[in-house]
């Protein structure tokens, strides 16, 4: 399992692998993706995910995830963040807790934006399941 604690390692080890890394999960949840990814013949990185140690709210991890992006280049990258704050059943709880844990958010939405964009910029692609 790659985790904060060694992901430099691991690069360290497949960068010069020349593996072309068809795809990578983001905010994986159970991984199931690439697990199924990895079955269908995918050439897949690790998932990403708090229950394999990665908060894509820390910015120290967002940094990590960029340097793995710019490493290893994945052609596609799937991303599911969490949107419980940003839906409309949202406004039935207690709206100062919502607009905290949003604006706790904040710094990880903008930096799955800017993810996208350098996906796109690079002629890879992203997909992001809830429509941020």
Known sequence: MVTPQN???FLAAHK?????????EQFSGSGRL??????????VLFPIDLRYGWDI?????????DLVRNTLHPL???????????S?????????????????QEGMLEWLHQDNAIQSKNG??????NGL
Do not use: T
């Not at 697990?35 to 050439?43: P, R, T």
């Not at 596609?76 to 940003?86: F, G, H, L, M, V």
């Open 88 to 104: 409309s059943i949202s406004n039935l709880n207690n709206q100062e807790k919502v607009q905290a844990e949003r604006k706790r």
């Open 34 to 43: 690439s697990l199924e990814a990895h079955k269908q013949g995918l050439c």
């Open 76 to 86: 596609a990258k799937w991303s599911a963040p969490d949107c419980s704050q940003w």
């Open 7 to 9: 992901v430099e390692a």
């Open 16 to 24: 010069s692998l020349n593996y072309a890394w068809q795809f990578q």
């Open 57 to 65: 709210n820390n910015a120290k991890h967002r940094s990590l995830v």
């Open 124 to 129: 890879r692609g992203y997909f992001n399941e």
